[in-house]
């Protein structure tokens, strides 16, 4: 049977080469049914894994209360702690063709870790278990974790060996590794550090469909040995591989502060980011955040903050560096955001100030939906990507568009990079159906200025839609021949990334 | 035909999915003939391309005067001005069976650009003349290029035009932007800016083995959209695709000075590194290279120095920032490199004086090689990267072992980032010989240390027998299952990368 459907995939793949992008074997998952489910939760348990099967279990593990796609139970939850334990789930799933969906922070916002169907669920192994620091490399500023840890814990692990270094990927609070690797993360440091796609992961062990496992470079920094199959995974959602081990790349740690701009309208405040970013400084800028007037109205209405700030387009910004570049950039940022019709600049004059400054932007989340009011609010969290010059026509007209369809939103974005977060408000079905709407035509605004559906949330179930439309047949032809080569079952994470299309 | 071939690959690529890593049907390939080399190249003309074909020419092309691995001349060289030309080319070779060798700057190590074997060299494509920008988008930071075009020439293309950034990966002089993606390249900026598997590259262009032309990605700085198939090119030295337009992230260029510091022995040169790359003012340190004491002896033998130094182990410097952030930096630096032993610390007091210093590390193959003195006298270049912390245990074993052979050698090293080079003297087959018994050693003790065979050369037909040993059989399996899906036909740059296995 394996053979069977091997050979098969086979010739899709086949077809790819001789110049047809599109397989002309549709691939029509075969998998197996209850009976298979049944016998793998056994022999899972007789190998003394811990398989959770209560429907409650099922359900949380396959859906998550900050999105609002689609979403199926799982058919069995199985916590992994070592690579030989993924092993195990994988050749178990590969044995009765059962779909495989990694879980661990579950913080992402896509639907990634959501059940195949309704009908069959899958096996979903949860990482979150595999936190552990195994090797931390002080001299050559490197860390070997297990890839279930959380960003945050590698940070708190090296601030409590008094290590100077940090892992500068800063994606939601409670992601883990495994997770920022799976969606191509970043957050608010990319502007200073970049993000998943750059140098932070040295190497990284994974499990592949077919159980084998392998690591995807040596200890060294740099390497030019081949194509970097470590790059095939960061972003790839769990489809092509399990990642159980990663040896991070850190950075020093640096002393910061914070300060805050305030800006007649949002081109005022790009057009002054865009020129401290072409500064003798601009190293030293660690974040620079836009929150849009909504944004700050959110905040001064939360009321938990003892600056008063006025309802206007703002950046929040993170110097960085010795206490005399940090001063050097704050007099340069003061001169320029005034240049740029700033009337006001508050800078964090002790660390409490900035730790205080920096909580706003924090908890801008919850901000939001303290300001809406109701209690039944829920809030559609989004993002798109532009060239940097872009992004003020994306807001004007996103927001237009929005106030056309009278929904409630915030906005706010790294905005050093071109990346724009829409936060959009709802309370009910009919509510529901204008923010699908508005995100539909945002993708689409973001695809007219030569930008990206997302910024650092991914595809998932939410935007796999789109992707054809943001790379290109060919390019999605690509990695969907990659796709078929690894895992020619369609066993990891099915349903995700790739768009399905009519046989 | 073809399609036969295709099923027979799309078998073998099975195997590996079905848990086998190797697959169980040698890829024999079967290329076409002397006349069919006839055929293409009448076509090629035919359709107004410019082709070269007298002995001289082929064998050029074939071959590099500094690499000393086994080459052969190609059998067709035809000069590319645009993606469209290079698709004409491809698909005649796939409709003629013969291997594709893309050539631009000449100036890699390991004999990527040589033809396929004595008896077929097959078509070698010359993307050179594609060396036009395309656009410049300032305010976003990028710029768009032909891949042909030198990264010197996009440095020079954006002074002319008086636009305050620059593109910061340098590897060799004369290296092209297509080249550096191919071979995964870096430079002595790279302790600062990173490498090719960065963020360099933001989008990029690529013909495939089935004529198809894919753009990677959109113009946006960021993107989480899927797995990201630049990167699948980088490094894969043009056995994947033809890459021939990339949107290439630009840095703004700031001021620089340079300082040299002269230490004891390696190992104090190398401390001084680690503890400076911890420091507040490390984003400053845009170069920080190593040049052992050898090498100076060479660099004071060319003599054309204003300076006197000593012939000792040395640190070249280039700091860069705002004219007081230089200051701090180069205070800071003389501190430390004076803890670690360093008695003297040349800062150059201006910009003349700075270039003339920099000359020096600029110019260290050439004063190596006058230093020689024989006028028959070749270099072989080759270089490995380990963890940082592990360089002075690799430079000490190193040089031990190359004195014990009576092998005259200079080291210099990118000291950063743990990556190191050997220029290895030779003037006769006997110490050819000897130098290649050195590489090997070299590659081994890197591999006992957990670091790479090449930092920032490449692979080539020069090193691909140690590929299994550096990233396990699962890996370079992995790799070359890929390669295996993209170009079935195996017409890419055949007998480069990936080792040679018997049936």
């Given at each position: 049977?394996?053979?069977?459907?091997?050979?098969?995939?086979?010739?899709?793949?086949?077809?790819?080469?001789?110049?047809?992008?599109?397989?002309?074997?549709?691939?029509?998952?075969?998998?197996?049914?209850?009976?298979?489910?049944?016998?793998?939760?056994?022999?899972?348990?007789?190998?003394?894994?811990?398989?959770?099967?209560?429907?409650?279990?099922?359900?949380?593990?396959?859906?998550?209360?900050?999105?609002?796609h689609p979403s199926s139970s799982h058919s069995i939850v199985v916590k992994a702690f070592s690579t030989e334990d993924v092993v195990t789930v994988v050749n178990l799933a590969?044995?009765?063709?059962?779909?495989?969906?990694?879980?661990?922070?579950?913080?992402?916002?896509?639907?990634?870790?959501?059940?195949?169907?309704?009908?069959?669920?899958?096996?979903?192994?949860?990482?979150?278990?595999?936190?552990?620091?195994?090797?931390?490399?002080?001299?050559?500023?490197?860390?070997?974790?297990?890839?279930?840890?959380?960003?945050?814990?590698?940070?708190?692990?090296?601030?409590?060996?008094?290590?100077?270094?940090?892992?500068?990927?800063?994606?939601?609070?409670?992601?883990?590794?495994?997770?920022?690797?799976?969606?191509?993360?970043?957050?608010?440091?990319?502007?200073?550090?970049?993000?998943?796609?750059?140098?932070?992961?040295?190497?990284?062990?994974?499990?592949?469909?077919?159980?084998?496992?392998?690591?995807?470079?040596?200890?060294?920094?740099?390497?030019?040995?081949?194509?970097?199959?470590?790059?095939?995974?960061?972003?790839?959602?769990?489809?092509?591989?399990?990642?159980?081990?990663?040896?991070?790349?850190?950075?020093?740690?640096?002393?910061?502060?914070?300060?805050?701009?305030?800006?007649?309208?949002?081109?005022?405040?790009?057009?002054?980011?865009?020129?401290?970013?072409?500064?003798?400084?601009?190293?030293?800028?660690?974040?620079?955040?836009?929150?849009?007037?909504?944004?700050?109205?959110?905040?001064?209405?939360?009321?938990?903050?003892?600056?008063?700030?006025?309802?206007?387009?703002s950046l929040f910004f993170k110097f960085q560096g010795s206490p005399s570049s940090i001063k050097e950039t704050s007099d340069l940022v003061k001169k320029i955001v005034k240049?740029?019709?700033?009337?006001?600049?508050?800078?964090?004059?002790?660390?409490?100030?900035?730790?205080?400054?920096?909580?706003?932007?924090?908890?801008?989340?919850?901000?939001?939906?303290?300001?809406?009011?109701?209690?039944?609010?829920?809030?559609?969290?989004?993002?798109?990507?532009?060239?940097?010059?872009?992004?003020?026509?994306?807001?004007?007209?996103?927001?237009?568009?929005?106030?056309?369809?009278?929904?409630?939103?915030?906005?706010?974005?790294?905005?050093?990079?071109?990346?724009?977060?829409?936060?959009?408000?709802?309370?009910?079905?009919?509510?529901?159906?204008?923010?699908?709407?508005?995100?539909?035509?945002?993708?689409?605004?973001?695809?007219?200025?030569?930008?990206?559906?997302?910024?650092?949330?991914?595809?998932?179930?939410?935007?796999?839609?789109?992707?054809?439309?943001?790379?290109?047949?060919?390019?999605?032809?690509?990695?969907?021949?990659?796709?078929?080569?690894?895992?020619?079952?369609?066993?990891?994470?099915?349903?995700?990334?790739?768009?399905?299309?009519?046989?």
């Amino acid at each position: 049977m394996l053979l069977m459907s091997g050979v098969a995939l086979g010739a899709g793949i086949s077809s790819y080469a001789l110049g047809a992008f599109e397989p002309k074997i549709a691939r029509k998952p075969q998998y197996g049914d209850q009976n298979d489910v049944l016998k793998v939760k056994e022999e899972l348990r007789l190998k003394g894994l811990q398989v959770l099967d209560d429907p409650k279990s099922l359900e949380t593990y396959g859906s998550s209360p900050n999105s609002y796609h689609p979403s199926s139970s799982h058919s069995i939850v199985v916590k992994a702690f070592s690579t030989e334990d993924v092993v195990t789930v994988v050749n178990l799933a590969r044995k009765h063709k059962l779909p495989v969906t990694p879980y661990s922070g579950g913080t992402s916002l896509e639907g990634h870790f959501s059940g195949y169907s309704e009908n069959l669920g899958g096996i979903c192994i949860d990482l979150s278990g595999m936190n552990k620091v195994i090797q931390i490399n002080e001299d050559d500023g490197d860390m070997v974790v297990q890839a279930g840890i959380r960003w945050e814990e590698v940070n708190e692990e090296l601030a409590k060996r008094n290590i100077p270094l940090f892992f500068p990927l800063d994606p939601g609070p409670g992601a883990t590794i495994a997770g920022g690797i799976g969606t191509g993360c970043s957050g608010t440091n990319a502007v200073r550090y970049g993000t998943a796609r750059g140098e932070w992961y040295i190497n990284l062990t994974a499990v592949l469909p077919n159980g084998e496992v392998i690591k995807t470079r040596r200890r060294a920094r740099k390497s030019s040995t081949g194509f970097d199959l470590t790059k095939l995974f960061v972003g790839a959602e769990g489809t092509l591989g399990i990642v159980t081990e990663v040896t991070l790349r850190l950075a020093p740690k640096l002393p910061t502060s914070v300060a805050v701009a305030q800006f007649p309208d949002v081109q005022s405040a790009v057009s002054a980011v865009t020129e401290l970013l072409r500064s003798d400084m601009y190293t030293h800028i660690q974040c620079v955040e836009l929150l849009d007037v909504n944004m700050m109205r959110a905040i001064n209405h939360a009321g938990q903050s003892n600056k008063a700030f006025a309802d206007k387009d703002s950046l929040f910004f993170k110097f960085q560096g010795s206490p005399s570049s940090i001063k050097e950039t704050s007099d340069l940022v003061k001169k320029i955001v005034k240049k740029h019709g700033s009337s006001r600049f508050d800078f964090a004059r002790s660390k409490e100030e900035a730790e205080e400054l920096w909580h706003h932007r924090k908890v801008a989340l919850w901000s939001a939906m303290a300001w809406v009011g109701d209690k039944d609010v829920k809030i559609w969290t989004t993002d798109v990507c532009v060239p940097p010059s872009k992004l003020p026509q994306l807001v004007a007209e996103t927001k237009q568009d929005i106030d056309e369809h009278g929904i409630i939103s915030c906005v706010l974005g790294h905005v050093g990079d071109g990346n724009f977060h829409a936060l959009l408000a709802f309370r009910n079905d009919e509510e529901l159906e204008k923010v699908k709407g508005a995100v539909h035509r945002l993708v689409h605004r973001a695809h007219s200025l030569d930008g990206t559906m997302s910024g650092e949330h991914g595809v998932g179930v939410g935007k796999k839609e789109y992707l054809v439309e943001e790379l290109g047949e060919g390019t999605v032809s690509l990695m969907r021949a990659i796709k078929q080569t690894i895992d020619p079952m369609n066993l990891f994470n099915p349903g995700k990334l790739y768009p399905e299309k009519d046989p």
